[in-house]
């Protein structure tokens, strides 16, 4: 143990220093004769106790004691105070209040010494280890307090993480259309995400997450495969990848792709299956409009097939049939028949169109003009379409809507939307045909961008059910007893909506009517719209020489005469080749070339090339039966003019004129 006393007497630190030696020899004694002195080796010995003398001069042992229990490095050390006397309370007193912890008087008694600081070395002792104790406790409490706020930090940003990751799952889960589920097979607990539910047409809180959900609301003839689908897959042996149909809310089955993945344990026992479900009727609707128009596709590439020849055969009907009538008394009893011929030759044609146009092939001859215009044209006539009891309405937009269109094939559609609207409304009722202008924002699924010119049409009819409305576009599907329904009259609308890169809907309801919206894109800025209210000009007689090359004889003489007839000069030819010829030998008088596209040894588009070649302002107007894209795809170039066949005189006569008078 090592002490220290501070004294001004020498003699009196002397005669300590001996009792020390006798009584305890194991103390080492520092000492010190100041104040001052006395604290500052304090601070650099570090005693176990400190013996302090209260009278000295300069600072006493009181300030002394009060200063050593003020520092932090002496706050510990025991203060043994040594008074003048033992009955000194007053001073005691005083010294306690300054930190003393004992006190000792002089003289000193040799045991009350010994046991003071043996008694004050060992409470230090103990408190030493005591502070020991709590300061390394502390510093474990620290050590520990900061690797929990550490460990705290890294959890608060796995927490993140995971709500990071969590929000991302769900966002993933609500974009995906497809409804997920989950079954623990250890728990038989259930899992279906609120897509799940909403596609049956249930909130989330509407279905329980049991198996039954599932199981219960399978199509009864579904259950077994599944069953058996699943056992396969329990087993390892397939994929688990079917559609079934399952009943929602409103009691119907909707069809979806189910497709789910087992875990397994070491054993091989099956632990867990989750997978989706997607809904495929959209899939199924497009599978089925695939279907649909390649059904058209077909059906289109047989009438196209047959539509030269039967066009031939028709030109020469009608031809000759308007050339009887021409030569004949109007009162005649003859000039009925060829009236009648005539009349059956163009019911004919009409029906060689419809199917035409239904397979998209008809040659369309676009010019711009106002759907409205059009609208009031055929509504000149219509009236004789839908008969008396049915009221005819139309509404038309006071604005002009510029469209592209064939408007013979426009007629058509029209003609035969009332056609239907007719048979619709027995008893009677209204048809309304109203336009509309449908700018390229507010567009509902699957409808083509840009600004559309709309034509509404509707009747207060009988309507139709689901299944007939999405049928009615299939070529020969009707509803009508046989003789009166050919079923190609909605074919050919929807053939002529699609040609005119526009889209057709209907909607109805039995007992309620039909409304029928087409839209056509309308065409921005250009040229001047083109009336169709004003009425047509009959062609003029001509005195022109025209080279006509057609290969079939019956058309050829028909064109011949019905040219000859109306003042011109005819040259025939009955082929490519020999159109050149013609051509070549009597360049300076034609002035027209009329000429049937398909020829045998050059075809027509051969020939225009040879005769531009000799002279390259030839006027060339050709014939064809054939279908627009056949002759596009004989390279055919774009702004010619063609006539399709079967050829009336009138229109021949017509479009003559027009190109010699260009
Ligand atoms: P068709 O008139 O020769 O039967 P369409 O192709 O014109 O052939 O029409 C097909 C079917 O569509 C009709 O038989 C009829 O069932 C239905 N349909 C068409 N338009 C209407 C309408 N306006 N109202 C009710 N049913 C219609
Ligand atoms: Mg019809």
Known sequence: MKLLAIDDNQDNLLTLSALLKAFLPEAQLITSQSAQDGIRRAGMEAPDAILLDIQMPGMDGFEAARRLKGSAATQHIPIILVTAHRSDSACRVQGLECGADAFLSKPFDEAELVAQIRAMVRIKRSEDAL??????????????????????????????????????YSRAVRGTSDGLWDWDLVSNDYYYSPRWKELLGYADDELENRPETFFTRLHPDDLAPAQDSLCAHFLGQSPFDLELRLRTRGGEYLRVRCRGQAEWDDAGDPLRMSGVITDVTERQLMEEQLRQAQKMEAIGQLAGGVAHDFNNVLTVIAGYANILKMDLPADSANYGLADQIAAAAERAAQLTRGLLAFSRKQAIAPQRCDLGEIVLRVEQFLGRVIGEDIQLRTEILPEPLPVQVDLAQIEQVLINLAANARDAMPGGGVFTIATGLRDGNGRGYGDPAGP???????????GMDDETSRRIFEPFFTTKEVGKGTGLGMAIVYGIVQQHKGNIKVSSKPGEGTVFTIEIPLVEGGAALQSVLAPQPSPRNGTETILVAEDDPNVRSLVDMVLTRHGYQVILAQDGEEVIHRFAAQQEGIELVLMDIIMPRKNGIEAYAEIKKIQPEAKVLFTSGYTADFIQSRGMEEGVELIMKPVQPMELLRRVREVLER
Not at 131 to 159: G, I, M, P, W, Y
Not at 452 to 462: L, R
């Open 131 to 168: 502070r020991q104790e709590r300061d390394s406790l502390e510093a474990l409490v620290q050590r520990r307090t900061a690797q929990l706020s550490q460990a705290n930090v890294e959890l608060k940003e796995n927490l993140e993480r995971l709500a990071q990751s969590e929000a991302r």
């Open 452 to 462: 559309h010119a709309v034509i509404i049409v509707a009747d207060s009819g009988e």
